[in-house]
């Protein structure tokens, strides 16, 4: 189920950057698609600092000996990265056709909460403090989700 939720959520960023791609061409991009790309790439930027590549995975697996990180933007929210990508999407969202553009969010949107879902299981089991963890953080947005 991993690996189908992984190709939604990249076949969904494709349709959604190709798009975009009309807007960009001709430009102007709006103010608020330049914030929100802006904001994604910091909040990736803030988690690498946090989270090193080779300690998690790009599939909802824990990786195999990796560590519980719970400081900088996993202080606030559990899934950062999501966050970031959601951040990014609706960028591009802004930069399509308003319909199919939002449509398309709203679906990774759904695909990323059902990954989060089945990645937080798998957590419990692979770190017994994530529930706890759980408990004192927002899955996507603070003080919202």
């Given at each position: 189920?991993?690996?189908?939720?992984?190709?939604?959520?990249?076949?969904?960023?494709?349709?959604?950057?190709?798009?975009?791609?009309?807007?960009?061409?001709v430009?102007?991009?709006?103010?608020?698609?330049?914030?929100?790309?802006?904001?994604?790439?910091?909040?990736?930027?803030w988690?690498?600092r946090?989270?090193?590549?080779g300690?998690?995975?790009?599939?909802?697996?824990?990786?195999?000996?990796g560590?519980?990180?719970?400081?900088?933007?996993?202080?606030?929210?559990?899934?950062?990265?999501?966050?970031?990508?959601?951040?990014?999407?609706?960028?591009?969202?802004?930069?399509?056709?308003?319909?199919?553009?939002?449509?398309?969010?709203?679906?990774l949107?759904?695909?990323?909460?059902?990954?989060?879902?089945?990645?937080?299981?798998?957590?419990?089991?692979a770190?017994?403090?994530?529930?706890?963890?759980?408990?004192h953080?927002?899955?996507?947005?603070?003080?919202?989700?």
């Amino acid at each position: 189920m991993g690996v189908v939720l992984v190709t939604l959520q990249f076949g969904l960023l494709l349709l959604m950057a190709w798009m975009a791609s009309a807007r960009v061409a001709v430009g102007p991009i709006s103010a608020i698609a330049v914030v929100l790309a802006l904001a994604s790439v910091a909040l990736v930027l803030w988690t690498f600092r946090h989270n090193r590549p080779g300690n998690f995975n790009i599939r909802p697996i824990p990786r195999q000996g990796g560590r519980l990180i719970t400081s900088g933007p996993y202080q606030h929210v559990r899934h950062p990265m999501y966050s970031a990508v959601l951040l990014g999407a609706a960028a591009m969202a802004l930069m399509s056709p308003p319909l199919a553009g939002w449509l398309a969010w709203g679906a990774l949107l759904a695909v990323l909460l059902a990954k989060s879902a089945l990645e937080e299981r798998w957590m419990i089991d692979a770190h017994p403090p994530y529930a706890a963890y759980r408990q004192h953080s927002w899955r996507l947005v603070p003080g919202l989700y």
